[in-house]
């Protein structure tokens, strides 16, 4: 039975049992985490936690002991979604903090004083309140005062804006321990910048409550907007707040909207382990090798957000964002929504053409329209909303085995795949690099840069710095990229590499405990002969070999069972 069947039917029963309308869901709540009511899961080490290479089931319970079948359970489950993204990715949220206080001065500007451990931290946002008669609905904007949403969406509907200065809470690349919200909770020095940008934004909307009649301000519609990491900043304060009414995220790429398990199988995108440590636990990074042992993804993230209303934007004229992935998360998490009868309450909009957080007019009306519903209570509109260009990705694959319970993905024949290797050290290369003998590398050799040659910064592209791989395509396709590394040090485990005569890119955060292989990228590629040129970026990265394939999952040393093809003479 096809997963969208199985939905169905879960959606019939519901309605059979709990006579829940979707005019009886709530669109948002008066607290800001229903799910503090229960237990906490018990919630093992990575050492325990099983491999699930496909998307993870959000209605699942943590300890596997039954699915969420009706709306009623699914306070319950959110909770446990809840505490696993705590405790794997961005540490534990505190909660409000018992002295505060809140003003509204000068007519434009919200002040909230937060004290904690006897330390005060002020939260300042300027406020713009339309004329006339309210109480108005708000938007939170991360950076300025509609995110990077043109004000006229926001300003010509009467809706206030307020700006979150996310900097009084936490710097965007942070220094773990010295940020102002550390003098608050010293202790919590190891938390992701996504758990204090969060926090501050509940603050703001706890301000708002105290100070509500001088503001005239409709604290049941309030949204949060912000674009590329402060579009990931948007959802996590989605997620983590049930008083956000609308949630509207901007090209968030990985780490937003997009599954680190889809990225994995992409090209140079932002991955699990390609992401800023600093805005996530560094705890989170023992997963960067083995993605599949998390137990969450991030259409898990997005189905925290149910059932208030979310809308996510795209961009795939950037790689990075990995847009790919972000469509596949958005299919699988819009099954929430779906299931409790209110899939118009998430769309999804992917759309080229146009600048990084740039909304392009054809993007327009579907943000109007998420404002018009659930801002404004505007039910005529249309927000059924599924834009995008990938006809050809199979999204299902991921999450079909919600149904049957087996956690696999369509296997595939792999005597029918091409697995190329090539060993670099027997490349043409600059005198820059140098073969190292290593009795645990294939052919008990490797190639690594000299010593003391870093080029951070910029790429060094020199007959002496680089070093060239002819390669030979049979067959146009989509092609990997994998190597097999040995970078056991965050500041020595990148390359630059470009194809043909096209622009290098930066490959970074590729460390490995051994010698391990890691992909370094997904290329289209035509029939016949190709050139990779690599260049040094750290020195003490070590390259042992490549391979290039069409299996998405790559090589093992156990699949490794051919010679090179240009292995050394």
């Known amino acids: ?114 004290t904690v451990n006897g330390e005060t931290l002020t939260i300042a946002s300027k406020v713009s309140i339309p004329e006339g008669e309210g109480p108005f609905p708000a938007v939170i904007g991360i950076g300025r005062e509609s995110g990077s949403l043109p ?44 758990n204090a940008w969060s926090w501050g934004i509940s603050r703001i909307i706890d301000g708002l409550e105290m100070v509500s009649d001088d503001l005239n301000i409709d604290l049941s519609h309030i949204a949060v907007t912000g674009c590329s990491f402060a579009g990931k900043m948007a959802l996590f304060a989605g997620a983590f707040d049930e008083r956000i009414a609308l949630t509207i995220v901007q ?43 998390l137990p969450f993804d991030h259409h898990e993230l997005m189905a925290l957000v149910a059932p208030r209303a979310l809308l996510v934007l795209g961009n795939p004229d950037y790689e990075w964002l990995a847009d790919e992935s972000g469509y596949v998360s958005c299919r699988a998490a819009h099954e929430v929504w779906k299931s409790f009868g209110v899939g118009d309450r998430f769309g999804f909009s992917i759309v080229d053409g146009h600048g990084h957080c740039q909304l392009p007019d054809e993007q327009r009306p579907e943000v109007e329209a998420f404002i018009d519903k659930f801002l ?33 993905l369509k296997e595939v024949d792999l005597s029918l795949m091409a697995f190329n290797y090539y060993e670099l050290e027997c490349a043409p290369h600059g005198s820059e690099w140098e073969i190292i003998h290593d009795s645990g590398a294939s052919g008990d050799e490797y190639i690594t840069v000299q010593k003391g040659l870093n080029s951070a910064e910029a790429v ?26 040995n970078c056991q040090n965050a500041a020595d485990d990148s390359f630059y590499m470009k194809i043909d005569d096209g622009e290098f ?61 240009n292995a050394c003479k």
């Open 1 to 114: 039975m096809k997963i969208k069947s199985f939905f169905l039917l879960t959606f019939i029963c519901l309605y059979a049992t709990t006579l829940l309308s979707a005019q009886e869901i709530p669109l948002v709540y008066a607290v800001e985490y229903t799910g503090a009511k229960f237990a906490k899961p018990t919630l093992p080490n990575i050492d325990q936690l099983p491999s699930i290479r496909p998307l993870t089931d959000p209605f699942l319970m943590s300890d596997g002991s039954k699915r969420v079948t009706n709306f009623s359970d699914w306070a319950q489950r959110r909770a446990e979604i809840h505490e696993e993204i705590e405790k794997y990715e961005i540490g534990q949220k505190p909660e409000k903090p018992e002295n505060m206080t809140a003003s509204f001065t000068l007519d434009t500007l919200l002040s909230v004083n937060i």
């Open 251 to 293: 090209e968030s790429g990985g780490g937003g909207a997009a599954a680190w398990r889809v990225s994995e199988t992409l090209g140079n995108v932002e991955t699990l382990g390609n992401t800023s440590r600093v805005w996530f636990m560094e705890e989170m990074f023992q997963f960067a090798n083995n993605v599949p042992k």
């Open 505 to 565: 890119e930066t490959y970074n955060g590729l460390q490995t405990e051994s010698w391990e292989w890691v992909k370094l990228d997904k290329m289209n590629l035509t029939a016949g002969a190709h050139t990779l040129t690599f260049a040094y970026r750290e020195d003490g990265a070590k390259i042992d070999k490549i391979c290039i394939t069409d299996y998405e999952k790559g090589p093992s040393d156990e699949l490794d069972l051919s010679s090179a093809l």
């Open 376 to 408: 404004l209570g505007d039910q005529s509109v249309n927000t059924d909303v599924q834009v995008h260009s990938f006809e050809s990705v199979d999204h299902e694959k991921w999450y079909e085995w919600w149904e049957s319970g087996i956690p696999t």
């Open 460 to 485: 060094t592209n020199t007959q002496e710095s680089t070093l060239k791989l002819e390669i030979d395509i049979s067959t146009d396709g989509a092609y990997y990229l994998y190597a097999r590394l």
């Open 151 to 194: 004000p006229e969406i926001f300003t010509d509907r009467k809706i206030a804006t307020i700006t979150f200065d996310f900097t009084q809470v936490m710097a965007h690349g942070q220094t773990r321990g010295a940020e102002p919200i550390n003098k608050l909770y010293p202790e919590l020095e190891h938390m992701g910048a996504y």
